[in-house]
């Protein structure tokens, strides 16, 4: 199953309608042309009170493939990096809300590259080592008026270094922190629920964000 995340809202693409049906789901839809998926998803957007909703298919590939048609799409990395002692990760705020380093994959370059890449840019410091990949996520926003579809993938890093990060301004980031392993459900709670549920997919949290 995809979650694919509208701000704080989600529509789930599935082969099995029964394990993704919950009481918030508002919608649902049988794929069929892309006419009628591209109303769906119009409609969801405009009504805001639809917290979730469901596509279903029984070609779940061919299903993500025919949703991702629909909109612009971005491929971005990211990492969760821990200190050597793995006993605190690196977090921070951007825009007023909890975060984790991410970015654009530029030409050229592979989702690892892309990753440690960004960690260094955005947190002022050198040689994350990448030791397992997590996993993907994937949200919905707007540029002038177009949806785009960002695809982000996640890889856990361990920093061995120690020199103190540095938010990267200029890309509206306040404040970073390492941020003790304890304290990793309060850092999900002020974050995004796309990364909520990679954090969850990662095993760091347990559905329910309880640890």
Same mark, same amino acid.
């Given at each position: 199953?995809?979650?694919?995340?509208?701000?704080?809202?989600?529509?789930?693409?599935?082969?099995?309608?029964?394990?993704?049906?919950?009481?918030?789901?508002?919608?649902?839809?049988?794929?069929?042309?892309?006419?009628?998926?591209?109303?769906?998803?119009?409609?969801?957007?405009?009504?805001?009170?639809?917290?979730?909703?469901?596509?279903?298919?029984?070609?779940?590939?061919?299903?993500?493939?025919?949703?991702?048609?629909?909109?612009?799409?971005?491929?971005?990395?990211?990492?969760?990096?821990?200190?050597?002692? $793995?006993?605190?990760?690196?977090?921070? *705020?951007?825009?007023?809300?909890?975060? @984790?380093? /991410? #970015?654009?994959?530029? =030409?050229?370059?592979?989702?690892?590259?892309?990753?440690?890449?960004?960690?260094?840019?955005?947190?002022?410091?050198?040689?994350?080592?990448?030791?397992?990949?997590?996993?993907?996520?994937?949200?919905?926003?707007?540029?002038?008026?177009?949806?785009?579809?960002?695809?982000?993938?996640?890889?856990?890093?361990?920093?061995?270094?120690?020199?103190?990060?540095?938010?990267?301004?200029?890309?509206?980031?306040?404040?970073?922190?390492?941020?003790?392993?304890?304290?990793? $459900?309060?850092?999900?709670?002020?974050? *995004?629920?796309?990364?909520?549920?990679? @954090?969850? /997919? #990662?095993?760091?949290? =347990?559905?329910?964000?309880?640890?």
């Amino acid at each position: 199953m995809y979650k694919i995340f509208f701000k704080d809202r989600v529509v789930l693409l599935t082969d099995n309608i029964d394990l993704a049906l919950t009481d918030e789901v508002l919608g649902i839809h049988k794929l069929g042309s892309d006419g009628e998926l591209k109303k769906f998803l119009a409609d969801f957007e405009n009504t805001p009170d639809r917290k979730e909703a469901i596509i279903y298919h029984h070609n779940q590939h061919e299903l993500f493939q025919r949703f991702r048609s629909c909109y612009k799409n971005l491929l971005a990395a990211g990492g969760v990096i821990w200190n050597a002692e $793995r006993t605190h990760f690196l977090s921070m *705020y951007r825009l007023g809300r909890a975060d @984790l380093p /991410k #970015g654009k994959v530029e =030409k050229e370059e592979t989702f690892e590259m892309a990753a440690v890449r960004e960690v260094e840019e955005e947190c002022g410091i050198t040689g994350p080592e990448i030791t397992t990949k997590i996993g993907s996520s994937f949200h919905i926003y707007q540029i002038n008026q177009q949806s785009i579809l960002k695809e982000t993938k996640w890889f856990e890093m361990v920093y061995h270094g120690t020199a103190t990060p540095v938010p990267q301004e200029e890309e509206n980031i306040s404040e970073i922190n390492w941020t003790a392993k304890e304290d990793l $459900r309060e850092f999900a709670e002020k974050t *995004y629920p796309s990364i909520k549920e990679m @954090l969850i /997919k #990662g095993g760091y949290l =347990k559905t329910g964000l309880n640890q």
